[in-house]
């Protein structure tokens, strides 16, 4: 019995034995096949990846040869279409103005320098009117506005000896925009565009005004945004006249127009000649924006016994603070040299920024309107 016990025992021992053994040759056959799945998956993707980088290398080759060919491609151009490019992308911030190289360019008129005894007269006729109003003041007793002192078109008519700045704002269509040239805090005049369909109220805002101009556009050389019936160099003087005369109507307390974009138009002798004889049948005097440096607007003011007004600077080709500032201070340099200049520029947000903060670089100066100025 003992014996058969034992038997048993012994081979309940071996079965537990054999069933053991075959648990861990299961499981390590389990483990070696999940080794060998991590060990094929590792292996798909490091080459996955490796294809992916060899990919992006040859990507990444390929967009450098493209930047080294375009880059040869821009150093081969000359610096004449360079310039030529930037003029057309980089400047041409306002679709509405020419931008040419002679708007960048100051101009001084060394016939209209206001010499010494220019300014002695001056200083004896302001004296003089300053002493006429004192005394008209004295005897009715009431305080006379700065803007009585003005003579309406007598630019001799000033109140100090200071040099005279006149700054004009080109471009203005809309109540909004005077109201905002109305906060900068100094005599500054505004040019208004004729009246169009795209902004027909450019007339009627400027009744109330005590001086303003219009902004008279004539043909560029190159310049696709035309406002409505602008003047060509083909025109007729009856078309001229016409346009002319309906300008009068629009503004019948103008004097003073300036052109609107004209590099093609100032240039040509024969329409300004054209002009001229309108200008003067409508009582208009012409202020040369000088958008063209072939500009015969001298020229006609001298046949047409008219004083020629040209711009020395523009403020605004690039609407940018720094950028502004510096050439207000050029018209600065030019008005304490020359005894006055005009500046030109147009309602753009940041241009009435730069106005309205720059009013401590203008304390030596007098701010005029146009008609203000000797000539």
């Known amino acids: 019995m003992t014996k058969r016990k034992t038997k048993k025992k012994s081979t309940r021992k071996k079965s537990i034995h054999k069933k053991q053994s075959i648990n861990y040759k299961l499981i390590n056959s389990?483990?070696?096949?999940?080794?060998?799945?991590?060990?094929?998956?590792?292996f798909i993707l490091y080459t996955t990846d490796s294809k992916k980088l060899k990919e992006s290398k040859e990507l990444s080759q390929k967009v450098e040869k493209t930047i080294k060919k375009e880059l040869l491609k821009v150093e081969e151009i000359s610096k004449e279409e360079l310039d030529k490019y930037f003029e057309k992308v980089e400047t041409k911030k306002d679709q509405f103005e020419e931008y040419t190289?002679?708007?960048?360019?100051?101009?001084?008129?060394?016939?209209?320098?206001?010499?010494?005894?220019?300014?002695?007269?001056?200083?004896?006729?302001?004296?003089n009117l300053k002493q006429k109003i004192d005394e008209e003041k004295k005897q009715e007793n009431i305080k006379i506005p700065i803007k009585k002192v003005i003579v309406k078109d007598q630019p001799l008519a000033i109140l100090t000896n200071k040099p005279k700045l006149a700054i004009v704002i080109d471009d203005v269509t809309t109540k909004s925009q005077l109201n905002k040239i109305k906060k900068i805090g100094y005599r500054v005049t505004p040019s208004f565009m004729p009246p169009t369909p795209g902004h027909p109220n450019s007339a009627n805002i400027s009744k109330d005004l005590d001086f303003y101009m219009i902004h008279f556009p004539l043909e560029a050389s190159t310049f696709?945004?035309?406002?409505?019936?602008?003047?060509?160099?083909t025109d007729s003087y009856?078309?001229?006249?016409?346009?002319v005369s309906e300008i009068r109507?629009?503004?019948p307390n103008a004097k003073?127009?300036?052109?609107?974009?004209?590099?093609?138009?100032?240039?040509?002798?024969?329409?300004m000649d054209r002009l001229f004889k309108a200008l003067v049948k409508y009582d208009f005097v012409f202020m040369d924006s000088r958008t063209?440096?072939?500009?015969?607007?001298?020229?006609?003011?001298?046949?047409?016994?008219?004083?020629?007004?040209?711009r020395n600077v523009f403020l605004d080709n690039e609407?940018?603070?720094a950028y502004i500032q510096n050439q207000l201070k050029k018209a600065i340099r030019i008005a304490k040299k020359n005894g006055q200049a005009i500046a030109i520029c147009h309602p753009h947000s940041i241009t009435l920024k730069v106005l309205r903060e720059s009013k401590h670089l203008l304390k030596d100066l007098e701010l005029v309107y146009v008609n203000q100025l000797s000539y």
């Open 292 to 310: 063209s440096g072939k500009t015969v607007g001298k020229q006609m003011a001298k046949k047409y016994n008219m004083p020629y007004i040209v």
């Open 249 to 251: 109507q629009w503004y």
């Open 101 to 127: 190289k002679d708007l960048y360019e100051e101009y001084i008129d060394k016939d209209h320098k206001i010499e010494q005894d220019d300014k002695n007269i001056l200083i004896k006729k302001d004296e």
């Open 238 to 243: 009856e078309r001229i006249e016409k346009r």
């Open 30 to 42: 389990i483990l070696a096949i999940i080794i060998v799945l991590i060990l094929a998956i590792i």
């Open 256 to 271: 003073y127009t300036n052109n609107h974009t004209g590099s093609k138009f100032t240039s040509n002798t024969q329409a």
């Open 319 to 321: 609407q940018d603070f």
């Open 224 to 233: 696709r945004a035309e406002e409505k019936n602008t003047l060509h160099i």
